[in-house]
């Protein structure tokens, strides 16, 4: 970000309780939201170009390996998991923020949630897209991957059910479905805005397509309610359910560092961590480039910064119950294992990495000035991805790399091929998220002139007739 | 405003969400019958093979038992298809000219084997036993079908795990006394059901369903 | 693939592949590879063809395996073996139950020498100046020689009827002259017994009857004529089934930590020049009270002994210890020390009264043992001085493993003709005129001797692959009937029809071809009085000063032996059995000595000597002596090895007649490069969880409290009921007590499993296949354990709950069953399993190797694809034939009908498999002896295989 960003919002009324900036108009905010779609800024399609480039190399890499077999990657025994499921589970938490934003604070009645929702939950989807490429690619036949289905097979076999992996299927694809109706029927009428308001016949065919007939007449309106309220309540438990599911991976697992019971909820909170962090990564930036500071206020910064805080603070809870348990258990291998091996062990780095980003950095939310400032906000939240990288990366790997016989220890080390991947999806992932910001209304006009009207009424007490 | 779409488009609309809901559900069940139908298990699929042997007339006609060419099946997992010597005994005293038997003859004096087309193959990772079968009584004919009709043998059961299971859970639907095993006429005396537990007894068959008891 | 660059995963393609071959057995190996074929569960499996036999031998049933007897020799000495052979096809070594030498048990090398029977790299054809040449050509030109001065060069023989064949040429051709040579000879020891007694002897020896052993530089544990029973007798000398039995003591002095080091009560780490001195200073102590030991003779070991005087304490109790068991003790001694060492500890065995009763004089069963035909120097000075007409060098590779300053390869050109006799195009093949490829042993007729002389036939278990010969052949050839000459069966036969006599020789005949041996035909031991004089003399020679500079030692290596098992690749991939190092060689040395010279482990030094240099990575050593170097022989191979090739350095290029184990004089230099070494285990540290992983108590305490492990090796309280069991329940017992870790069982395994090969770069990374591993572990300056781990086919098995697709589960009769085919590879039992037995095929690491390779492939045992995980199934493949038999014959299964692939080859018995469930087991017995535990039993994964605590027999003297 080239361009200085005024610290303290743009306007003199642009206060920490303001959700949205001045009594814009219905057609001033159409216009000025829809027009981020009909005419987009140039710099976009390079953006994309690159990101598209760096997506098929992502593919080139994910074929390599299965033509090849995984032992193209850094992992051994022991460090059977390794890359591949660090990945999934980082990108898996990244995708909570946007249902908990959409769905939980739906139900919750939350004003600030409706100029952030969309955006939030098309990054959750994407987020997602990229986590479900990892339990298929790190199979060592992922052809076979659909064994993990339970289906009536000539060969009179069922999964294992007692195994979290064949959950773990279940949990990601309901999520995903879910949270993609769920996006797709609030982009509804903004697609048929777009539509009508579109000058190129083209644009008015392909958005009246996705529009599916929209006409907006009072009773549409009210059956799109309800619906959109049955969705976010299906959506609202599975923020908790998946994560849950996926902490038992490792929870229900033996090994030193992965059998704890606390993973559920110090899973949920880390994924709510990342996410929220994400959705300021992406946030700040859109919000300067395309000057939506009256739409995206620092109230918004500064509330989703308290849940950062908030999040963080359990995350750091859980580092110190685990080492806490391990010490007060007594037992050999766990104290081996947090005492010595990720503090000191070959891999401690990652260890002291993980305390600086995830405990240590969301300190400075403490205080109003730096929750409301966009620029040192980016910069925590781009520790804080990491640090939730790391601290994937030294559960599984960490754990696996030391566990019971010292005769099969063993380090890891990741390939080229590793490496790829991971950028590569984070190519990819952001591929996705500007294909977004250049073709769908990211900011849900129809939900914020709804929001308009509901201040006024508080404000001015009494309903008030656009325009 | 005119209309982007004509008023037809709605119920194309309606088509797609029905497609989008039946097609998936639909292909998956495809899959689940494509599995189960002859084409896929091999059932009832005659072979060419490159010697014209008719079981109907050696089993039949001549009245040859099972293990006198298939003698492996009483000691060893393979039932054998029988060495061209063996043909041999028989075929240098008659039909010593047939044409037909013409390439049995080259196998045997020039010692090169008979390329026979492979008919029932269990799948693949199966460690198959004959020997064991034989002795607690399951017949050939079992598993082969009335191969004492077929001109040329085909596969006649589906051989797929599921099918190995409905025995092996329950054998004595299907045992018959020990010396009855090579004939293709056998009917028991009374119910199955009974003579099966007695056999079971008798015999002590009690049938592997561990993953091992085939998969090595 | 990324492997591209692994030795086996770059082994070539064949050209022609003999087509009766693949009649033989390929049906089998292909039928396990068309599995691989049937990848996608969506499409039709393949047409296959069947392919019967034309005319089917009477013996052979197809699906049935049978076992053939016969015997391997090395350096001579041969080791009876029962070969597993499917329609012809040679896949499985055991051992033969009713040989002396190998009563049953195997080594690595007889476990690995099936896989070189399909090496690709093995010549086809016989060639005459690089050219193909026809085996009647060269017969026919070797035919007349009568005149000529032909020398042959032999691998030492105990063959009777190489030995007549040798006669025989000597009256056809008068101008013949034999030269033996083994780069591992035992000519120090023959002239170490010909300085003592006046003639060259084997020392035979009875550890049944030993209390206390001594083994001063002497790996009778795991090598050495014989050793297969010496570890036999010395484990079952300290099998300890009760408080009361009693125990064996061995003290080792040497200077690598060996196999035999590592199941030593006490040991010394010494360098090469003072095992010398310690020797003589042991033998001054115990000589002292020896009434007919001429007193300069104790005057002469003082002297000698002074290098040593720094362990005149230790020598002191050993000493004390012997004598205290006058009768009841051994003293032996390695071939590498020098002869007046050896005629010292004979006369020890003397004074200690263990003559006769542990210890035995007989003459070698080796042909002119320790007679001047076994220096090769005679033939050397004749090559130098021009006066070869003729060389024919019949098996070995003596250019490479030759003394350097011998510089046989240039020497070779200089007789006006030459012939070798070998397995492939390697070292020895390039100077020579003919070369014929040699028979490999499972293509062979032919007979040796055992290390008691016991007479051992060869028989072939399938047709010469590419018309290899015997050295009977080909000595034969030069007997004059040219092409006419008769083939290994006929010459076998006629010889010992001779001896025999015609009547009732057919019946003799196939019993001794049935067995492999022959009865009552062992050498009868003799009297010996040592010659006192004689040994003075030579004591007085010995050096009384230490060399002071690093000294080097060259030793014969565990897995590649002298280099001829150096492309054999499950021996390269076996991690050494002390270092734990896979694939190379290294230069080992003491972590204080690494200090002191500034290296690290996999810094590669530079070490020269008369103008030769090798260079050769550092590996720390646990157990080393101080102040040396130990480098194994046998690596660093060159000419056409599709495995072996430049794998590790060739350390003979170092080794001279005058230095040939020892030297002081080598120049070291630092070279600032690194090689990367396959390390197969890298921590060998407790970290203080012996009592959850390894148990182990002197002696003393254990009689205090026998069952000192059941006190803290409990399981957990738990809530569920295990399985209710099928009336067999299967289990293993290893006694960790007389376990040597000689790692025979590690290739047993990797041969009956089809356990594929990684490379070094797949040790490297973590990715070895093995099923069963051999850990060692660290216990104080002394000791480095060794703990067989394999699936411990728990109860509760932790890896089967957490398989996504039921592949992996647990069968009623106790088996941790792992089902290939339906493994989708998540791996998730390997992270959940605490003994991480469990192998993940990174590759498909079996779809490169050629069809020849193919054919060792067990048609018993599904070949892994790649992406699935597999483990030890406790040879499940042999519970299952052994129950059909059973069923079949409508009997029960014995206890003892089903053996497990490591248990079978184990020389110690260490490892005994079997129904738990049956009190009467021997299994029961030893699961429920005092010294039973589990690994990690506070798990409480409830494991089928439980181990034995080791004890330890330490001297009150010298523990502290």
Request: proline residues 6%; neutral net charge.
């Amino acid at each position: 970000m080239t361009a200085a960003v005024p610290v303290q919002g743009i306007r003199e009324d642009d206060r920490p309780d303001v959700v949205l900036i001045g009594r814009p108009g219905d057609r001033e905010l159409t216009a000025q939201l829809v027009g981020a779609v009909l005419s987009p800024p140039p710099w976009i399609n390079k953006v994309l170009l690159v990101t598209g480039f760096v997506t098929l190399i992502l593919f080139a890499a994910v074929t390599y390996t299965v033509l090849t077999g995984i032992g193209v990657w850094g992992n051994n025994i022991p460090v059977a998991w390794a890359f591949a499921i660090t990945n999934f589970v980082w990108w898996i938490g990244i995708g909570h923020a946007g249902t908990f934003i959409s769905a939980f604070l739906l139900l919750l009645e939350q004003k600030w949630r409706t100029s952030i929702n969309r955006f939030a939950e098309a990054m959750t989807l994407f987020a997602v897209v990229q986590a479900g490429l990892f339990p298929v690619l790190h199979l060592g036949r992922p052809w076979f991957f659909y064994w993990l289905i339970p289906y009536p097979s000539t060969m009179d076999v069922w999964p294992q059910f007692r195994s979290s992996l064949p959950w773990d299927v279940v949990a990601v694809s309901t999520y995903f479905t879910v949270s993609l109706l769920f996006w797709y029927l609030g982009c509804i009428p903004d697609l048929a805005t777009v539509r009508d308001m579109a000058p190129e016949k083209w644009r008015r065919r392909v958005y009246g397509f996705f529009a599916l007939g929209w006409r907006g007449t009072a009773r549409t309106w009210s059956r799109y309610r309800i619906a959109y309220g049955i969705l976010g309540g299906l959506a609202t438990p599975l923020v908790i359910s998946v994560h849950s599911i996926v902490s038992m991976d490792f929870a229900i697992a033996q090994l030193p560092g992965w059998h704890s019971i606390i993973f559920p909820p110090y899973f949920v909170a880390g994924a709510l961590f990342s996410g929220f962090a994400m959705v300021l990564t992406l946030l700040i930036p859109i919000r300067r480039l395309y000057r939506l500071e009256n739409v995206i206020t620092t109230a918004h910064l500064d509330l989703m910064a308290k849940m950062i805080l908030l999040t963080g603070s359990i995350v750091a809870y859980s580092y110190t119950v685990e080492i806490f348990l391990a010490w007060y258990s007594g037992d050999v291998f766990e104290r081996w294992m947090h005492l010595h091996s990720r503090i000191q062990g070959p891999l401690a780095a990652t260890f002291w990495i993980v305390v600086f980003c995830n405990v240590l950095t969301p300190q400075v939310l403490w205080f109003k000035r730096w929750r409301t400032s966009p620029r040192l906000l980016f910069v925590v939240t781009i520790f804080v991805q990491l640090g939730m990288w790391m601290e994937r990366f030294m559960l599984i790997v960490t754990s696996e790399a030391q566990d019971f016989l010292p005769s099969s220890w063993r380090t890891y080390r990741p390939s080229a091929i590793d490496m790829t991947i991971l950028f590569g999806t984070m190519g990819f992932f952001l591929f996705l998220f500007f294909l977004l910001i250049k073709y769908v209304p990211f900011i849900p006009i129809a939900e914020l002139k709804e929001t308009r009207f509901k201040i006024e009424e508080e404000t001015r007490g009494g309903p008030v007739m656009g325009p | 405003m005119q209309p982007v779409f004509p008023r037809w488009s709605n119920s194309i609309y309606r088509w797609t969400i029905a497609a989008l809901l039946v097609g998936p559900a639909s292909f998956i069940a495809l899959l689940w019958v494509l599995a189960r139908t002859p084409y896929y298990t091999g059932e009832n699929a005659v072979r060419d093979q490159p010697v014209k042997f008719d079981h109907r007339h050696h089993v039949r006609d001549d009245g040859i038992d099972c293990l006198y060419c298939h003698s492996g099946a009483k000691t060893s997992a393979y039932a054998g298809v029988p060495p061209a010597s063996l043909c041999m005994n028989c075929h240098s005293q008659i039909w010593t000219d047939s044409p037909e038997l013409s390439l049995v003859r080259t196998s045997f004096y020039t010692d090169t084997p008979i390329r026979w087309n492979r008919v029932n193959a269990v799948p693949d990772f199966v460690f198959f036993n004959h020997s064991i079968h034989v002795a607690k009584g399951v017949g050939c004919v079992t598993c082969h079908g009335r191969v004492d009709e077929m001109g040329l043998v085909f596969q006649a059961r589906r051989l797929s795990m599921g099918w190995c299971l409905d025995c092996h859970r329950a054998p004595e639907k299907f045992l018959r006394p020990p010396d009855q095993v090579t004939s293709m006429e056998w009917v028991p005396a009374g119910p199955q059901i009974e003579l099966g537990r007695r056999l079971k007894k008798t015999l002590a068959v009690n049938p592997s369903v561990e993953c091992t008891g085939c998969h090595r | 693939m990324t492997t591209s660059d692994d030795p086996p995963i770059r082994a070539r393609r064949l050209e022609q592949f003999r087509p009766e071959v693949t009649r033989r057995g390929f049906m089998h190996a292909m039928g396990a590879s068309f599995g691989l074929a049937g990848l996608s569960a969506c499409v039709r499996a393949p047409d296959k063809e069947i392919l019967p036999y034309s005319r089917q031998p009477p013996e052979v049933t197809p699906g049935v395996a049978k076992h053939y007897a016969t015997s391997m020799s090395i350096d001579g000495y041969a080791t009876g073996l029962l070969v597993e052979s499917h329609e012809g096809r040679p896949t499985k070594v055991e051992g033969n139950p009713d040989h002396p030498a190998s009563l049953g048990a195997t080594g690595i090398h007889e476990q690995g020498m099936v896989l070189s029977l399909y090496d690709p790299s093995r010549a086809r054809a016989v060639a005459r100046g690089g050219q193909p040449a026809r085996w009647a050509a060269f017969a026919n030109a070797h035919a007349t020689m009568a005149a000529a001065k032909v020398h042959f060069l032999l691998e030492p023989t105990s063959s009777p009827l190489r030995v007549n064949l040798i006669g025989r040429i000597r009256e056809a051709i008068p101008g013949a002259t034999f030269h033996f040579h083994a780069p591992l000879s035992r000519n120090r020891a023959w002239d170490g017994a010909a300085l003592a007694f006046g003639r060259p002897l084997d020392v035979r020896y009875d550890l049944s009857l030993a209390k206390v052993v001594l083994a001063v530089d002497r790996d009778f544990l795991a090598s050495g004529p014989g050793w297969l029973v010496l570890a036999r007798q010395f484990a079952d000398g300290r099998r300890l089934l009760g408080q009361s039995d009693s125990m064996n003591r061995l003290y080792v002095a040497e200077t690598a930590l060996t196999v035999t080091g590592t199941a030593a009560d006490h040991r010394l780490a010494l360098r090469p020049s003072q095992i010398v001195a310690l020797t003589a200073l042991l033998a001054e102590r115990v000589l002292a009270g020896q009434r007919d030991a001429p007193p300069e003779l104790l005057g002469a070991l003082e002297r000698a002994a002074s290098p040593a005087r720094e362990h005149a304490a230790w020598a002191a109790a050993v000493a004390r210890d012997l004598l205290a068991n006058r009768g009841a003790g051994v003293v032996t001694v390695g071939d590498a020390q020098p002869p007046a060492v050896h005629a010292i500890v004979h006369a020890m065995n003397i004074a200690l009264g263990n003559v006769d009763r542990t210890v035995r004089y007989a003459p070698p069963p080796i042909f002119e043992a320790g007679e001047a035909s076994h220096d090769l120097g005679g033939l050397v000075g004749a090559l130098a001085a021009g006066q070869v007409d003729y060389l024919a060098i019949l098996g070995g590779n003596p250019v490479y493993d030759a003394y350097a300053d011998q510089d046989l390869g240039q020497l070779v050109a200089k007789a006006r003709g030459s012939v070798y006799l070998g397995p492939c195009a390697n070292e020895t093949a390039r100077p020579v005129d003919w070369f014929v490829p040699e028979a490999h042993l499972l293509e062979s007729w032919g007979d040796g001797r055992a290390f008691d002389g016991t007479v051992s036939f060869a028989q072939p278990l399938i047709a010469p692959l590419f018309g290899g010969r015997t050295v009977d052949e080909v000595l034969a050839v030069f007997l004059g009937q040219g092409a006419q000459a008769e083939g290994s069966h006929a010459l076998l036969r006629d010889y010992w029809r001779g001896k025999h006599g015609a009547t009732g020789f057919d019946a003799f005949w196939e019993s001794t071809v049935r067995r492999g041996l022959m009865d009552r035909t062992a050498i009868p031991t003799l009297e010996q009085r040592i010659a006192w004089g004689r040994l003075q003399a030579a004591v007085e020679k010995l050096p009384a000063s230490p060399a002071d500079a690093l000294e080097i030692q060259l030793r014969g290596d565990p897995r590649v032996y002298d280099g001829r098992f150096a492309n054999n690749a499950w021996l390269l991939e076996l991690p050494d059995p002390v270092t734990q190092l896979s694939w190379d060689n290294a230069a080992l040395l003491s972590a204080a000595t690494m200090t002191q010279l500034g290296v690290q482990d996999e810094d590669v030094l530079e070490l020269s000597y008369e103008g030769r240099s090798i260079r050769v990575p550092v590996l720390a050593a646990h157990g080393q002596a101080d102040g040396s170097l130990t480098l194994s022989l046998g690596y660093g191979r060159k000419g056409e090895l599709a495995v072996g090739r430049d794998v590790g350095v060739n350390a003979y290029a170092l080794r001279t007649s005058l230095a040939p184990y020892a030297n002081g004089r080598i120049a070291l230099t630092k070279t600032g490069e690194q090689f990367p070494l396959a390390r197969a285990q890298l921590e060998f540290d407790l970290h203080g969880r012996e009592d959850d992983i390894f148990f182990h108590e002197s002696l003393e305490e254990y009689r205090k409290d026998p069952r000192f492990t059941a006190h803290k090796n409990t399981a957990p309280e738990t809530l569920y009921d295990l399985k209710p069991g099928a009336p067999r329940q299967w289990g293993m017992s290893i006694d960790l007590g007389v376990c040597t870790g000689c790692s025979a069982c590690v290739v047993a395994c990797q041969a009956e499993n089809n356990v594929p090969v990684v490379g070094r770069e797949g040790v490297r990374k973590g990715r070895r296949m093995h099923w069963l591993r051999v850990d060692r572990y660290e216990a104080g300056e002394e000791q480095l354990f060794a703990e067989p781990m394999l699936c411990q086919h728990c109860e509760k098995a932790p890896c089967e709950y957490v398989c996504p697709v039921n592949a992996t589960n647990h069968s009623a009769d106790g088996l941790n069953q792992m089902v290939y085919n339906r493994c989708v590879g998540t791996r998730f039992c390997s992270n959940n399993c605490p003994y991480k037995v469990r192998r993940f095929n990174f590759f498909n690491y079996t779809d490169d190797i050629t069809p020849l390779e193919r054919l060792v492939l067990n048609p018993d045992v599904t070949v892994r694809d790649r992406g699935v995980m597999e483990k030890c199934s406790y040879c499940v493949q042999r519970i299952r034939e052994a129950e059909i038999h059973a069923g079949v014959e409508a009997r029960a299964v014995r206890d003892g009908d089903i053996r497990t692939a490591c248990e079978q080859a184990c020389p110690t018995k260490a490892i005994v498999f079997g129904n738990v469930a049956d009190a009467g087991a021997e299994v029961t017995r030893l699961r429920h002896a005092d010294r039973s535990f589990a690994v990690l039993n506070d798990l409480g994964t409830v494991p089928r295989t439980r181990y034995l605590a080791r004890i330890r027999n330490p001297n009150p003297e010298l523990a502290r």
